[in-house]
């Protein structure tokens, strides 16, 4: 008789294209998001959340244990976690804002310890034994065998509800024989989730179950959605390191700024695992990359050109933080208040300190006066905010990235009937596709084989090097500036380069 010694989070369905991609994951995910917005009830029905329980006990091989029981006895998908503290008021943070990952929790190993806690979750909590474990759960085990995406119909939106709910969402717990290394945590509070915005931890799940399906299929890395109920930076922080001890690394994920600043600051200093912040770093690293390709084939260098971002959140500030590093030295930023400037009124402590090595004259008009005479647009903000003559305002041979999803600053093609050299944006149906998919896999990957602890500024320039060397000379072209997000050597290379 086989005998389970371990779990991994793996995928309902195989990624196997970038149109299977884009219902797996975006623009396809924000359906089922917007659908839990409406409705909270439906994160059961387009999500795994209806079978997934968490285990929480002060010992994660116990929970562990406890987990692989539940699995291979009533088919639950059970996540085991290790909490670090015993006090209640701890405990009671924890399992009260998890909540939206799961559809029940399971304390029976600490019944001693919280029998006498008045828990504030909608969901069945387990606080010791019971005659009926299914019952009590209301688990529901769905699998796709043999799964062909032809038989979903419509558009990508439709297509991408149709499979979430066939599957009920997009991964599940596997038992192996082999102790597995734990998962990689992707925690969110879902106030900056894709082009949707603020619309809270359940409604931003069927991203993050998304997430760990690129983990795996790209990255073979085990990954676990976790969502939370409060967006107080300080609660993140104490839930993260509560828990920490359950999970190899956390991937922070759609947590909008300057929150998210704060909450990986804080994070990197206190905790004993690597922590990276996706929506800032990874779009960073795919942004350097596909940049120095395309200054490559535009005759100019990053030292000399003239940079104007859209939009100062968290991953315009990453993304022009890197490019800096580089040797970038004209670089203006714009939000809704207009150019960033030092001393601005409408400044928060992150358009501060940017302020400090970027927009050096002080300019302090808009964006339509701003990008005359730009060689490069980098926009991570709204839809439709570049025009024609905007675009044609702009230096010879014009580099633009609108990278707003799912509807970018302007769209790929007209930029280019406006004159646009090159054109990318975060789209699977046009060339030069800007997906974090390329970076988060293979460097997490990396950074477990090689045990790192914290994922410093070196790493994130080798990985955007390394990609950006992936397409060979011969193949560069104004179509052609990053290999394809679905590209096997992508993650090894990212992996193999992170030392």
């Known amino acids: 008789m086989v005998k389970y010694n371990g779990i991994k989070i793996v995928s309902k369905v195989e ?46 091989d116990k929970s562990l244990e406890r987990a692989i029981f539940l699995k291979s006895t009533l088919g639950i998908d059970a996540y085991p976690f290790e909490i670090s503290s015993q006090d209640k008021v701890k405990i009671k943070l924890v399992v009260d804002n998890i909540e939206p990952s799961f559809g029940a929790i399971d304390l029976s190993l600490i019944e001693n310890n919280v029998k006498d806690i008045d828990f504030n979750v909608s969901i069945p909590v387990l606080k010791g034994k019971t ?34 709910k066939m599957a009920g969402g997009v991964v599940e717990i596997e038992l192996t024989e082999d102790k597995q290394q734990k998962p990689v945590g992707i925690v969110s509070d879902g106030s900056a989730v894709l082009g949707l915005g603020d619309i809270k931890g359940l409604a931003g799940l069927p991203v993050m179950e998304g997430k760990a399906v690129l983990f795996q299929e790209l990255g073979d890395v085990s990954a676990m959605p976790l969502c939370l109920k409060t967006q107080i930076p300080d609660e993140i922080i104490e839930i993260v390191l509560l828990l920490q001890n359950s999970f190899s690394g956390i991937n922070l994920e759609d947590i909008k700024a ?34 120095l390709n395309a200054l490559h084939l535009a005759g100019k260098k990053i030292e000399d050109v003239k940079i104007v971002f859209s939009g100062a959140g968290a991953a315009a500030i990453a993304v022009c933080k ?35 090595y970027t927009n050096l ?50 769209m790929p093609d007209e930029a280019k009937k406006y004159g646009a050299f090159i054109t990318a944006s975060g789209r699977s149906d046009f060339p030069n596709q800007i997906n974090n998919s390329l970076v988060f896999p293979g460097l997490f990957n990396g950074v477990l084989k090689n045990n790192i602890k ?25 179509d052609y500036i990053l290999p ?8 090894l290379t990212i992996s193999n380069n992170v030392i």
């Open 15 to 60: 990624v196997k294209d970038k149109n299977t991609l884009a219902i797996v994951y975006t623009p396809g995910v924000a359906a089922s998001c917007l659908k839990i917005k409406e409705n909270p009830e439906c994160s059961y029905d387009y999500t795994n959340r209806e079978n997934s329980v968490a285990v929480i006990s002060f010992d994660y």
């Open 131 to 164: 005659n009926d474990l299914k019952e009590f759960f209301l688990c529901v085990s769905k699998r796709l065998f043999m799964f062909d995406y032809n038989q979903l119909t419509g558009t990508t939106n439709e297509k991408s509800l149709q499979l979430r």
């Open 258 to 291: 300057p929150r998210c600043f704060e909450v990986e600051n804080k994070l990197i200093e206190k905790a004993e695992i690597p922590i990276f912040h996706d929506d800032q770093h990874g779009t960073a690293v795919v942004v350097l990359a596909a940049l």
């Open 322 to 356: 890197l490019i800096l590093a580089v040797g970038a030295k004209n670089i203006i930023m714009f939000d809704i208040d207009g150019a960033i400037y030092k001393g601005r009124e409408q400044n928060n402590f992150a358009h501060e300190e940017i302020a400090k």
């Open 361 to 410: 004259n002080c300019f302090k008009g808009n964006l339509k006066e701003g990008i005359k005479n730009a060689d490069v647009f980098i926009g991570l903000s709204a839809p439709n905010l570049l025009s024609e003559e905007m675009v044609k305002s702009m230096n010879n041979k014009p580099i633009i990235f609108g990278l707003a999803n799912p509807t970018p600053e302007i």
């Open 454 to 478: 914290k994922i410093t500024n070196e790493i994130k320039l080798n990985c955007a090097f390394a990609l950006a060397s992936m397409v060979k000379e011969e193949e560069l072209s104004v």
């Open 484 to 491: 394809d997000a679905l590209d096997r050597q992508v993650p």
